[in-house]
C-alpha cells in the first residue's frame, strides 16, 4: 500500500541552528501539507501546495520557516533559525484533489 | 473564526465500555468531516462524512454527522485496551478559495484492562 515518506523521522537540534525536512506524498497526489503537532493539541497547518503552487500558508512564520515543492512532486519544510518553541512533531499529509488526506510517520523536531 | 471543538479532553474507561467522542464545529463552506485515530505516531483515517444522518461503521467503531447541529460522534463499543489513543476530528472547509482541514485538539481515550 502507497503511503506518505518522511525523514528523518527525529531529529534533535540546537537553537540557532538550520534544519529540514523532507516528504514525499503518495504518488498522484497533487496536494501536500505540512502540519505541525505541538504535544497535546491537534495538527495545525503550516502549508499546503497544490503541485507547486502554495495554495495557504497563512499560518507559516514566514520569517524563520520556508516551504517549497519544486517540481509539484517531493517537499522540504526549513526552519532557519530554530527556536525552543519549535519542538513539535512535523506531519507531512497528501491528497488526491480534495480526498482524505493521508499522514507520513511525521518528524519529532527537539531543539534545545 | 473556523474552529473545531472537541470533548471530552481525555476519558478513562475499562475495557468492554462504551464511548462516545464528541466534535462539533463552526466552519465556513463545510465540505467534509473526518475521524483519525493517533496512537504513538502520525493519525490513521477512520471515517469521512459528508451527509447529515448516515452512518459510517466500521467493525466496533460508528459515526455519525448532524450538519444541522453541526456535530459529529463517533462510537466506541465494546471498548479493547488497543483504542487507547488519541481521537482526532477534523472538518474540511472552504474558507477563502482553497480547501483546508481545521483540526480540533482530539480526546485522549485511555481504556483500562
Known amino acids: 500500500e502507497a503511503e506518505v515518506a518522511q525523514s528523518p523521522r527525529y531529529k534533535i537540534t540546537e537553537k540557532s541552528q538550520a534544519v529540514a525536512f523532507w516528504c514525499d506524498p503518495i504518488?498522484?497526489?497533487?496536494?501536500l501539507y505540512w502540519y505541525r503537532q505541538i504535544l497535546g493539541q491537534g495538527p495545525e497547518l503550516l502549508v499546503q501546495f497544490q503541485d507547486e503552487s502554495v495554495v495557504d500558508d497563512s499560518q507559516l512564520p514566514k520569517d524563520r520557516f520556508s516551504a517549497e515543492r519544486l517540481k509539484g512532486v517531493d517537499s522540504t519544510l526549513k526552519i532557519q533559525p530554530a527556536e525552543l518553541g519549535d519542538s513539535a512533531m512535523y506531519l507531512c499529509?497528501?491528497?488526491?484533489?480534495?480526498?482524505?488526506?493521508?499522514f507520513g510517520p511525521g518528524t519529532r523536531l527537539t531543539v534545545l | 473564526e473556523d474552529k473545531v471543538v472537541q470533548s471530552p479532553l481525555s476519558l478513562v474507561v475499562h475495557e468492554g465500555d462504551t464511548v462516545t467522542l464528541n466534535c462539533s464545529y463552526e466552519?465556513?463552506?463545510?465540505?467534509?468531516l473526518l475521524w483519525y485515530k493517533q496512537e504513538k505516531k502520525a493519525p490513521t483515517f477512520l471515517f469521512m462524512l459528508?451527509?447529515?444522518?448516515i452512518e459510517k461503521k466500521s467493525g466496533r467503531l460508528s459515526s455519525i454527522l448532524d450538519k444541522k447541529e453541526l456535530f459529529s460522534i463517533l462510537n466506541i463499543t465494546a471498548t479493547q485496551t488497543g483504542d487507547s489513543a488519541i481521537y482526532l476530528c477534523?472538518?474540511?472547509?472552504?474558507?477563502?478559495?482553497?480547501?483546508?482541514?481545521?483540526f480540533g485538539t482530539g480526546t485522549r481515550l485511555k481504556v483500562l484492562a
Open positions: 466552519v465556513t463552506n463545510f465540505r467534509s
Open positions: 477534523a472538518v474540511e472547509a472552504f474558507p477563502s478559495g482553497t480547501y483546508k482541514y481545521i
Open positions: 499529509a497528501s491528497s488526491f484533489l480534495s480526498d482524505t488526506q493521508y
Open positions: 459528508t451527509s447529515s444522518g
Open positions: 504518488s498522484g497526489h497533487a496536494t
